[in-house]
C-alpha cells in the first residue's frame, strides 16, 4: 500500500480492492456494541480543513476514533488560506505536533500533493478544488458493491456538475479501474475541457442513458465555484437533468441512485427520489466510516492481517 491517499487516478486495482475488502471487515466493527478496535492506539490523526465540510470531518474523526488514534481538528479558514506559504507553515506545524496521518481538505486543487512534500506522515487527500476526493469514490464504490454484489460490467452514469466535480472525476478513474462502464452526463457548459481523455462515454441526453443504467449517480450543483451563469435558470437545470419519479420508473428496477451530499433537494434530486429504497445516501454516510477506517488502517502500516 501507499503512503499516502492522493488521488484515485494513480490508485491500483489491486490496492483499491484492498481497501474495498478492508473496509468490510471495519463494517463489521460498526455492528458491535463497543465500535472500537484498538489498532492505532497511540497515533495522531490531524483534520486539516480549510473549507467547510461537516460530513466529511465527522466522518474522518469517526473512523480515526474507531481505530483508537488521537484526532485533532485542525480548521483554517479566511484570506490567508489560499496562499502555498501558509499552508507550508502549517504543515510544519503539523510536523512538530507529530502528526502521523494529516486528512487534508483545501479549496485549491493539488493543495494536498503539495502537503505531503513537507510532512512525514500520511496524506490523506478529502477533497482539493474540483481536482479529486479519493475515499468518496471508495465509499461510493463500496456502496455499490454491497448493494449489486459486484462492479465489473456495470453501467454508471455520473449527472450534473461534471466540470467542478472532484468526486466524479475520482469516481470516473475509480470505476474505470474496478471495470465499469462510466458515462457522464451534464448541460455541455458543466462539460470539462480535456473530457475526451477520460475513460468515459459523455451525454447530454439524461433520458437516453437512465433506461441502461445500472447505477445513476447525482452530483450537488457547485454554486459556490460558478464564476458565471452555466445554465439559466434552477427550473430549466432540474427540468433537464434533474432525477425525478419519472426518471426513477425509467430506470431499470434494481438501479440505484447515489448522491454524495449535501442534496439540493427539488434540484438535481426530487425529495421522493432521494428518500426512496433505491436511494443509497443514508447507506453512503455510514460506509464512509468503514472505508475511512480502512484507508487509516492500511496507510498507516495496516497489513492484509485485519486485527
Ligand atoms: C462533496 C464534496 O465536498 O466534494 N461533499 C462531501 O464530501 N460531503 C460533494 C459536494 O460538495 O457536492
Redesign the pocket.
Known sequence: MMRHLLSTQDLSLDDALLVLDTAEYMATVADRSVKKLPTLRGRTVVNLFFED?T??RTSFELAAKRLSADVINFSVRGSSVSKGESLKDTAQTLEAMGADAVVCRHPASGAPHRLAAWVRGSVLNA?DGTHE?PT?ALLDAFTIRRRLGRIEGLSVTIVGDVLH???ARSNVWLLSTLGAAVTVVAPPTLVPVGVEQWPVTVSYDLDAVLPGSDVVMM??V?RERMTAAFFPTEREYARRYGLDADRLAAMPLSALVMH???MVRGMEIASDVADSTRSTVVEQVANGVSVRMAVLYLLLGGTREVP
Do not use: A
Open positions: 465540510s460530513r466529511t477533497g476526493h468518496q466535480s472532484r468526486v452530483l450537488r457547485q454524495p451530499g449535501p
